[in-house]
């Protein structure tokens, strides 16, 4: 059965700081595993997507790491501002006859506070 | 200019009620995409359209009907709504079916009382 766990569930950080948060997953075939942003009341916003073959992807303050062989991926926040206060979702797609199947992880909700 | 735009943003029905829920999109793309964000903030896909053909039908019941007019719209109809229809529903658009980028709405929040 095709997964993706995220974690932690929830995280709070003063601003200014440094987090990571982490992605598993058990999706096959793989095809790319992308990162979300989700701000309350909207709908997720595309950070990064990496292939198979790609080990990190940076977007600004976000970088995000894939380690194929074990299935997992990070997304590390550099120098948090208020405004990364959101919801960070993992997603990971497989190949299937429709083309792109996503897998959504539940999200990992991130506060930054003053 | 908006990308991909949903009407409406909130719905509030009762037991039983049909109702549809509209997306657009603007972005010349030809796969549209609706999935569900239940209150443990999952999101799940339901139907996916390339062209206006149906090329993914999650397991969904019946009472849930998408149609396509033309590939800038994907409206989604609900027959007999029940609680558990409660939700958020996000539609979303991609250039084809084999694009990794899509892009999704604001989302409909629907609470059936």
């Known amino acids: 059965k095709n997964q993706v766990e995220q974690s932690p569930q929830s995280l709070i950080i003063l601003e200014g700081k440094n987090c990571t948060l982490q992605?598993?997953?058990?999706?096959?075939?793989?095809?790319?595993l992308r990162w979300y942003k989700q701000d309350t009341g909207r709908g997720p916003v595309s950070l990064t997507i990496?292939?198979?073959?790609?080990n990190t992807k940076s977007n600004g303050r976000y970088t995000a790491t894939l380690d194929a062989d074990t299935k997992q991926s990070s997304l590390h926040i550099t120098a948090s501002q208020l405004s990364d206060s959101a919801s960070y979702i993992c997603?990971?797609?497989?190949?299937?006859?429709?083309?792109?199947?996503?897998?959504f992880g539940g999200g990992t909700r991130v506060l930054v506070k003053p | 200019d908006t990308a991909v735009s949903q009407t409406p943003k909130y719905l509030v029905t009762q037991m039983g009620n049909d109702k549809s829920i509209k997306c657009e999109q603007n972005?010349?793309?030809?796969?549209m995409y609706w999935y569900k964000q239940d209150s443990k903030k999952f999101l799940k896909i339901m139907f996916s359209?390339?062209?206006?053909?149906?090329?993914i039908n999650e397991t969904v019941p019946n009472r849930f009907s998408p149609k396509s007019p033309d590939k800038a719209h994907l409206n989604l109809h609900i027959n007999s709504l029940e609680l558990g229809d409660s939700a958020v529903y996000f539609c979303?658009?991609?250039?084809?079916?084999?694009?990794?980028?899509?892009?999704f709405g604001p989302g409909t929040r629907l609470t059936v009382t």
């Open positions: 997603v990971v797609s497989g190949w299937g006859a429709a083309g792109n199947k996503l897998t």
């Open positions: 979303a658009s991609s250039q084809d079916r084999q694009s990794y980028e899509q892009y």
């Open positions: 972005l010349g793309h030809d796969t």
């Open positions: 990496m292939t198979f073959s790609e």
């Open positions: 992605c598993n997953y058990t999706v096959s075939p793989f095809s790319n």
């Open positions: 359209y390339n062209n206006k053909e149906l090329i």
